[in-house]
């Protein structure tokens, strides 16, 4: 008799209202969907090239009528009722949504939130309605969201939801991705790694702005900005041309909305801090030209609301000196906050197109820094340039800096050409705004407006997934007057810390860790916590790379079982260009290691000129091929040479457990039919083998577990929530696995 253990992928796809985690209600409630088609012309508009100098476009409006009054399910609970409604936008990549009419009553809470509540923003509550009635919601990640409403017992005015529109993102702008959000270029640099220690107030600052106008939603960026009354008028300047000149309607900026504090918690590209957004703006000033030559570029608004957090309003320095260094901080692509280093001083520059007009732009030329060469992309217009006193001088138009192109430039409206050149109106200059006292300062220093002795808790870490037996450094960014810091690190050692830091902490075992700092001010106390932020990896994993002579087509990416990217390589990382004459005649075998949590994951690598690794075919002596091996010199998957030729791409999957891999490429299970997969109710096993059948998550949790005596084994699978899962099929003397 021989033991046999078969794994296989499954991929549950339900849509039903009873997978989804409601925040009020228990799993026997059922929440309504309703489904929208994909729009036809959405490859036409991701064909469309991303320019910089105009704004970045991620969605397109779909029309809609959906109300709480008309669609949705109210339900009874203890202590009031609960409306709920799900939307379904097939296909994808995040849902928000734009109301015509908005009005919570003033014990009521609204959520929103992805099916699983990875992602959940709110509660919004009557201090969010406006008086034009209109208001709109962040980007809910996915295909699918759920809006869920609490009313207590003892309130009286009915909530008041009318939805015509939302914005279907057919591009990523969250990715979720770990090592990156995976929207921005490689070169790009994280705005909290060491290049940043310097200018967390500008980091406070600054924004991302989800702009609506026409059928198009895109993104930009810009920053709040002081006035010499320091009173802290929530005024956001940005760029003109990410506002349609100034022709954007007034319904528009209502329904605008700013994410502040949209950055990684730490160097690398791990989870957001905490990020805060307003929705609603109404125009103050604006230069009309959209940059162009004779045009600063410039667009200053002031929010409907103030932010819910100790924002900080940054200085200006409006004079026409050049900067001698600085930095930009921006969202490029609509990614987690970047940083931009210069390091040579600035000199004057036309706007757009042609003309001679050299006094309306700073043009910068970026420098390399130790985590990358920060430039600029599409949505990183209205961006905030800062000189080396940290104050503001200039707002992003565009330029020609890439990340294969870093020696090239941009250019940045000056604030001294807005401040009251571009005309004689109010609306037309900054300085009525900016300088409401009539001051005729020409520099002013930024502020926090909630500097007293309020503390607020937070920290960054400089790593989120490490290798067993690695430290990690984690600093506090907590605001006030913090008096005493307390450090908690279950799992590190050590598990305890006090102090402002930084602390370095090692994780000498694995699995995943809670960090929490508690602050303690004068006035009050606080306390910030991540759960799950540090992943503590067991399973060592090596890549054994050989591209063929044309290595700068082939780029890779390891995604885990979410899809999330955790190592990637992007074209133009291995030698060799892609013609006769620039390739690399000699490739070597390139090793990566990487340390990976338990669970499964998929090798996908392309090819920009779809021929795979076939390199023999054209002028080249060799054909590429890589093996992925664990830690005992185990192949997970490999490519051979005679099957390198796989055209645009191929995806090769394996799971990994602490002494336990498996892969879909190293064995035989001919004797096994599965089907259907993906399932949406139940499957069938058929085999002459019998055993014992478990069904694992992806974090190896066991959700099912049944004896199969016949040829034929159903299971019912109905409970379980959307997702992959493994199915192992033991039958107590051999082992074999298969994805």
Same mark, same amino acid.
Request: charged content about 15%; aromatic content about 12%.
């Given at each position: 008799?021989?033991?046999?253990?078969?794994?296989?992928?499954?991929?549950?796809?339900?849509?039903?209202?009873?997978?989804?985690?409601?925040?009020?209600?228990?799993? $026997?409630?059922?929440?309504?969907?309703?489904?929208?088609?994909?729009?036809?012309?959405?490859?036409?508009? &991701?064909?469309? @090239?991303?320019?910089?100098?105009?704004?970045?476009?991620?969605?397109?409006?779909?029309?809609?009528?959906?109300?709480s009054s008309e669609n949705g399910l109210w339900t009874e609970v203890d202590g009031g009722k609960v409306w709920t409604l799900a939307i379904e936008a097939k296909n994808a990549k995040g849902i928000s949504l734009y109301y015509d009419d908005f009005w919570i009553p003033s014990s009521g809470e609204l959520y929103i939130y992805n099916p699983m509540q990875t992602q959940k923003i709110g509660p919004f509550t009557s201090k969010h309605n406006h008086n034009s009635g209109l208001f709109a919601t962040e980007v809910i990640h996915g295909e699918i969201l759920v809006l869920e409403y609490f009313q207590p017992e003892y309130e009286n005015n009915d909530l008041k939801l009318s939805i015509n529109r939302f914005a279907y993102a057919y591009r990523d702008i969250s990715g979720g991705q770990l090592n990156g959000y995976n929207s921005s270029d490689e070169c790009q640099v994280n705005a909290n790694c060491s290049e940043g220690n310097a200018w967390e107030n500008q980091k406070m600052s600054t924004c991302r702005i989800q702009i609506g106008s026409g059928w198009n939603v895109g993104l930009c960026s810009g920053a709040l900005i002081n006035n010499t009354l320091n009173n802290c008028t929530p005024y956001v300047i940005s760029?003109?041309?990410?506002?349609?000149? !100034?022709?954007?309607?007034?319904?528009?900026?209502?329904?605008?909305?700013?994410?502040?504090?949209?950055?990684?918690?730490?160097?690398?590209?791990?989870?957001?801090?905490?990020?805060? $957004?307003?929705?609603?703006?109404?125009?103050?000033?604006?230069?009309?030209?959209? *940059?162009?030559? *004779?045009?600063?570029?410039?667009?200053?608004?002031?929010?409907?609301?103030? /932010?819910? %957090?100790?924002?900080?309003?940054? *200085?200006?320095?409006?004079?026409?000196?050049?900067?001698?260094? *600085?930095?930009?901080?921006?969202?490029?692509?609509?990614?987690?906050?970047?940083?931009?280093?210069?390091?040579?001083?600035?000199?004057?520059?036309?706007?757009? !197109?042609?003309?001679?007009?050299?006094?309306?732009?700073?043009?910068?030329?970026?420098?390399?820094?130790?985590?990358?060469?920060?430039?600029?992309?599409?949505?990183?217009?209205? $961006? /905030?340039?800062?000189?080396?006193?940290?104050?503001?001088?200039?707002?992003?138009?565009?330029?020609?800096?890439?990340?294969?192109?870093?020696?090239?430039?941009?250019?940045?409206?000056?604030?001294?050409?807005?401040?009251?050149?571009?005309?004689?109106?109010?609306?037309?200059?900054?300085?009525?705004?900016?300088?409401?006292?009539?001051?005729?300062?020409?520099?002013?220093?930024?502020?926090?407006?909630?500097?007293?002795?309020?503390?607020?808790?937070?920290?960054?870490?400089?790593?989120?997934?490490?290798?067993?037996?690695?430290?990690?450094?984690?600093?506090?960014?907590?605001?006030?007057?913090?008096?005493?810091?307390?450090?908690?690190?279950?799992?590190?050692?050590?598990?305890? +810390?006090?102090?402002?830091?930084?602390?370095?902490?090692?994780?000498?075992?694995?699995?995943?860790?809670?960090?929490?700092?508690?602050?303690?001010?004068?006035?009050?106390?606080?306390?910030?916590?991540?759960?799950?932020?540090?992943?503590? +990896?067991?399973?060592?994993?090596?890549?054994?790379?050989?591209?063929?002579?044309?290595?700068?087509?082939?780029?890779?990416?390891?995604?885990?079982?979410?899809?999330?990217?955790?190592?990637?390589?992007?074209?133009?990382?291995?030698?060799?260009?892609?013609?006769?004459?620039?390739?690399? /005649?000699?490739? @070597?075998?390139?090793?990566?290691?990487?340390?990976?949590?338990?669970?499964?994951?998929?090798?996908?690598?392309?090819?920009?000129?779809?021929?795979?690794?076939?390199?023999?075919?054209?002028?080249?002596?060799?054909?590429?091929?890589?093996?992925?091996?664990?830690?005992?010199?185990?192949?997970?998957?490999?490519?051979? @040479? /005679?099957?390198?030729?796989?055209?645009?791409?191929?995806? &090769?999957?394996?799971?990994?457990?602490?002494?336990?891999?498996?892969?879909?490429?190293?064995?035989?299970?001919?004797?096994?039919?599965?089907?259907?997969?993906?399932?949406?109710?139940? %499957?069938? &096993?058929?085999?002459?083998?019998?055993?014992?059948?478990?069904?694992?998550?992806?974090?190896?949790?066991?959700?099912?577990?049944?004896?199969?005596?016949? %040829?034929?084994?159903?299971?019912?699978?109905?409970?379980?929530?959307?997702?992959?899962?493994?199915?192992?099929?033991?039958?107590?003397?051999?082992?074999?696995?298969?994805?």
């Open positions: 008799m021989h033991k046999l253990i078969v794994t296989f992928l499954l991929s549950f796809n339900f849509l039903t209202a009873q997978n989804i985690q409601s925040i009020f209600l228990d799993s $026997s409630n059922k929440i309504p969907l309703l489904t929208f088609d994909k729009p036809a012309d959405i490859q036409e508009l &991701l064909n469309q @090239e991303v320019v910089k100098g105009q704004i970045f476009n991620f969605g397109k409006f779909v029309l809609c009528d959906i109300s760029a003109d041309h990410c506002f349609s000149g !100034g022709d954007i309607s007034v319904n528009g900026l209502n329904q605008s909305i700013f994410y502040f504090n949209y950055r990684s918690v730490a160097c690398n590209n791990s989870v957001p801090i905490n990020t805060y $957004s307003v929705t609603g703006c109404t125009k103050k000033a604006n230069s009309g030209g959209e *940059g162009n030559v *004779g045009d600063p570029d410039f667009f200053l608004v002031e929010l409907n609301s103030y /932010p819910d %957090f100790n924002p900080f309003f940054s *200085g200006w320095n409006r004079s026409n000196i050049p900067a001698t260094s *600085g930095v930009s901080i921006h969202h490029p692509s609509g990614d987690i906050m970047k940083i931009s280093t210069y390091t040579n001083t600035l000199s004057s520059a036309s706007g757009l !197109g042609f003309g001679n007009d050299n006094t309306t732009h700073w043009r910068v030329f970026w420098s390399e820094t130790p985590n990358g060469h920060g430039v600029t992309e599409g949505g990183s217009s209205g $961006s /905030p340039i800062f000189n080396q006193n940290g104050l503001l001088t200039g707002v992003l138009t565009g330029g020609s800096s890439f990340c294969t192109a870093t020696n090239q430039s941009d250019i940045y409206g000056k604030i001294w050409h807005a401040w009251d050149q571009v005309g004689n109106s109010n609306n037309q200059q900054l300085k009525p705004w900016l300088d409401p006292a009539n001051t005729n300062a020409v520099t002013l220093n930024g502020i926090y407006c909630n500097q007293s002795a309020t503390v607020t808790a937070a920290f960054t870490s400089s790593e989120t997934n490490v290798c067993l037996n690695s430290y990690v450094t984690f600093s506090s960014i907590s605001s006030g007057e913090v008096t005493d810091y307390s450090w908690e690190f279950p799992g590190g050692t050590p598990s305890f +810390a006090t102090g402002l830091g930084p602390h370095n902490i090692t994780y000498n075992s694995p699995g995943i860790y809670d960090v929490t700092l508690s602050v303690t001010g004068t006035d009050n106390s606080d306390q910030y916590t991540i759960n799950d932020h540090i992943k503590v +990896a067991a399973n060592l994993v090596e890549l054994d790379f050989l591209p063929d002579c044309y290595g700068q087509e082939t780029s890779w990416e390891l995604q885990n079982a979410n899809g999330q990217v955790v190592y990637s390589v992007a074209n133009g990382y291995y030698p060799g260009g892609n013609t006769a004459q620039d390739m690399e /005649p000699n490739p @070597e075998s390139i090793i990566e290691n990487w340390c990976l949590m338990d669970g499964c994951y998929k090798f996908v690598v392309e090819d920009e000129y779809g021929d795979g690794l076939y390199g023999s075919q054209h002028t080249c002596e060799f054909d590429g091929d890589f093996t992925i091996y664990d830690n005992d010199d185990n192949v997970l998957v490999e490519l051979n @040479e /005679p099957n390198s030729d796989f055209g645009d791409d191929i995806s &090769l999957n394996f799971c990994i457990e602490s002494g336990l891999s498996t892969s879909n490429h190293s064995i035989n299970t001919t004797q096994f039919d599965l089907f259907p997969n993906p399932t949406y109710a139940a %499957f069938v &096993l058929e085999s002459k083998i019998n055993g014992q059948i478990k069904i694992y998550n992806t974090i190896w949790q066991v959700v099912h577990s049944s004896v199969k005596n016949d %040829f034929k084994h159903s299971i019912d699978i109905q409970d379980l929530d959307n997702g992959i899962y493994l199915i192992e099929f033991n039958n107590s003397i051999k082992k074999l696995i298969k994805k």
